[in-house]
T-cell receptor, first 113, second 112 residues
Framework: GEDVEQSLFLSVREGDSSVINCTYT??????LYWYKQEPGAGLQLLTY?????DMKQDQRLTVLLNKKDKHLSLRIADTQTGDSAIYFC?????????????FGSGTQLTVLP | DTGVSQNPRHKITKRGQNVTFRCDPI?????LYWYRQTLGQGPEFLTY????????KSRLLSDRFSAERPKGSFSTLEIQRTEQGDSAMYLC??????????FGQGTRLTVV
């Protein structure tokens, strides 16, 4: 079956880098995503990576994909207090039209001053 | 604002009542998804529309739940005879042919 796992909590100091990790089980995943959720709000798409890539960089965000180990990570450089939120990893197994996502339980990132 | 819009943002209802939520996707998106998120968990897929056709339904979507997208634009999610276990955030997302799915702010349902 499908399962996406993340550690529950991460604390970092402002200005440091944050690394949030995720493992997934379905090797047929086509896209892997990172979403951010602030309290009481919906999900904000941060970035995504196609399964045939191993790295993607977008400003302060770097996504690394190790397909052999089914491991995905999100690195946030120069973490700011505004980055405090819950970060969800998600995978999409659907090829073709649907983008049905399976989410992890989220990692609560706390940025300390 | 051209993002995904959901109404209402909050709904409190008594157990046994029916509720209906609305989602307006990004205008050029032909695909629409409903998810449910309970406290401390990630969203779980409920159902998917391509244009007006409902193409996928999760086992989570019991027969008390019905979703429609009559003209391929906005969608409604109705829950009949609500139960306390239905209390959750209901999220709508939309996408086009690309990989990106964009979420709305959600409707928080509390069943008392």
């Amino acid at each position: 079956g499908e399962d996406v796992e993340q550690s529950l909590f991460l604390s970092v100091r402002e200005g440091d880098s944050s690394v949030i990790n995720c493992t997934y089980t379905d090797s047929s995943s086509t896209y892997l995503y990172w979403y951010k959720q602030e309290p009481g709000a919906g999900l904000q798409l941060l970035t995504y990576i196609f399964s045939n890539m191993d790295m993607k960089q977008d400003q302060r965000l770097t996504v690394l994909l190790n397909k052999k180990d089914k491991h995905l990570s999100l690195r946030i450089a120069d973490t700011q207090t505004g980055d405090s939120a819950i970060y969800f990893c998600a995978e999409s197994m659907s090829s073709g039209s649907a983008r049905q996502l399976t989410f992890g339980s989220g990692t609560q990132l706390t940025v300390l001053p | 604002d051209t993002g995904v819009s959901q109404n209402p943002r909050h709904k409190i209802t008594k157990r046994g009542q029916n509720v209906t939520f609305r989602c307006d996707p990004i205008s050029e998106h032909n695909r629409l998804y409903w998810y449910r998120q309970t406290l401390g968990q990630g969203p779980e897929f409920l159902t998917y529309f391509q244009n007006e056709a409902q193409l996928e339904k999760s086992r989570l979507l019991s027969d008390r739940f019905s979703a429609e997208r009559p003209k391929g634009s906005f969608s409604t999610l109705e829950i009949q005879r609500t139960e306390q276990g239905d209390s959750a955030m209901y999220l709508c997302a939309s996408s086009s042919t690309g990989a990106e799915a964009f979420f709305g702010q959600g409707t928080r349902l509390t069943v008392v």
